[in-house]
């Protein structure tokens, strides 16, 4: 008989002990898709690497019994292995990290948006600082007191002053 068809009778055998209602039952419970497992059953595909591995996380089901019938079909069920509690301590572990991790995260987002608000306070003080001195150009415009030239310089001394007590820094002009 080819390797193939003893496989296919193997797989058969492993579905008929698990007594799931049917192929597509079985296919899911593996993660397999139905399609692609029946091409498997009908020989139009071989078994993967994938559903083998399936097969034996699933329901112990030993790869080498599998694929050359040697060694007692059912090995150690998945949850009796000391490797899986091992990956729990880890996942556990890293969910503690995580939770660190996005402890520290709400941290910096609310040191951000802290410094958000005081540079939107400073930034106001500026814009406030720019319309004055707007208003006090076209106010000295139209009644001659001091020229242009003069107020517009003087507003931007102004805003100097207050981008370097805000920012600490100013234009360098």
Same mark, same amino acid.
């Given at each position: 008989?080819?390797?193939?068809?003893?496989? *296919? @009778? /193997? $797989?058969?055998?492993?579905?008929?002990?698990?007594?799931?209602?049917?192929?597509?039952?079985? &296919?899911? &419970?593996?993660? &397999?898709?139905?399609? +692609? +497992?029946?091409?498997?059953? #009908?020989?139009?595909?071989?078994?993967?690497? %994938?559903?083998?591995?399936?097969?034996?996380?699933? +329901?112990?089901?030993? !790869?080498?019994?599998?694929?050359? %019938?040697?060694?007692?079909?059912?090995?150690?069920?998945? @949850?009796?292995?000391?490797?899986?509690?091992?990956? *729990?301590?880890?996942?556990?572990?890293?969910?503690?990290? @995580?939770?660190? $991790?996005?402890?520290?995260?709400?941290?910096?987002?609310?040191?951000?948006?802290?410094?958000? !608000?005081?540079?939107?306070?400073? !930034?106001?003080?500026?814009?406030?600082? *720019? $319309?004055?001195? $707007?208003? /006090? *150009?076209?106010?000295?415009?139209?009644?001659? #007191?001091?020229?242009? %030239?003069?107020?517009?310089?003087?507003?931007? /001394?102004?805003?100097?002053?207050?981008?370097?007590?805000? +920012?600490?820094?100013?234009?360098?002009?």
């Amino acid at each position: 008989m080819p390797v193939k068809e003893v496989i *296919i @009778n /193997r $797989l058969k055998e492993v579905m008929a002990d698990q007594r799931l209602k049917s192929q597509r039952a079985f &296919a899911l &419970a593996i993660s &397999a898709d139905p399609s +692609f +497992f029946d091409k498997i059953i #009908k020989g139009k595909k071989d078994l993967t690497e %994938g559903v083998a591995s399936n097969l034996e996380a699933k +329901f112990g089901v030993s !790869q080498e019994w599998l694929y050359h %019938g040697r060694g007692p079909k059912y090995g150690p069920k998945p @949850n009796d292995s000391p490797k899986e509690d091992y990956q *729990i301590k880890y996942i556990k572990q890293l969910e503690k990290e @995580n939770e660190y $991790l996005q402890g520290i995260v709400k941290t910096n987002l609310t040191l951000v948006l802290a410094t958000v !608000q005081t540079l939107s306070v400073r !930034q106001r003080a500026v814009g406030e600082t *720019i $319309l004055d001195s $707007l208003e /006090r *150009i076209e106010s000295a415009s139209q009644s001659k #007191k001091k020229s242009s %030239g003069a107020l517009v310089a003087d507003a931007g /001394r102004r805003i100097d002053q207050i981008e370097r007590e805000a +920012f600490g820094h100013g234009s360098e002009a």
